[in-house]
C-alpha cells in the first residue's frame, strides 16, 4: 500500500519530484491519512483483531528498504517511460512576458 500510495507524488509530474511545485495540501491530506491509517490498522493495536500478525523489526526495515529503493527507481525511470511514449520527460513552463519584464507585445 505504501508503494502505491507515495507513487502518486511522483507521477504527478514529469520532471523531478523535488523541482516542481508541492502537491495541493488536500492530496497530502488524504494520501499520508490513508497510509497512516493502513498501517495503523495493520500495525497498531487491532492487528491482531483483524488478522494481522506482528512482523520482527528487521523484517518491517527490510521492506521500507525495498519501498525506498523503489521509489528512487521510478523517479529515475520516469523519464525513460515518458520518452518512450513520445512525451518530453520535463516540460519548461514559460513566464509570462509580464513577469520577464517585457511588456507582452511582439
Known amino acids: ?11 504527478r509530474s514529469a520532471g523531478p519530484v523535488w523541482r516542481r511545485a508541492p502537491p495541493h495540501p488536500v492530496l497530502v491530506a488524504t494520501s ?6 493502513a498501517l495503523g490498522l495493520a500495525l497498531g493495536p487491532l492487528g491482531p483483531a483483524l488478522g494481522f500478525a506482528p512482523l520482527p523489526a528487521a523484517l518491517l526495515g527490510a521492506i521500507g528498504a525495498l519501498v525506498l529503493a523503489y521509489l528512487v527507481l521510478a523517479e529515475s525511470l520516469k523519464g525513460v517511460a515518458l520518452r518512450a511514449e513520445g512525451r518530453p520527460a520535463r516540460r519548461r513552463h514559460r513566464r509570462p512576458a509580464a513577469a520577464r519584464g517585457g511588456s507582452g507585445t511582439a
Open 32 to 37: 499520508l491519512g490513508a497510509l497512516a491509517l
Open 1 to 11: 500500500m505504501a508503494t502505491q500510495i507515495l507513487v502518486i507524488f511522483l507521477i
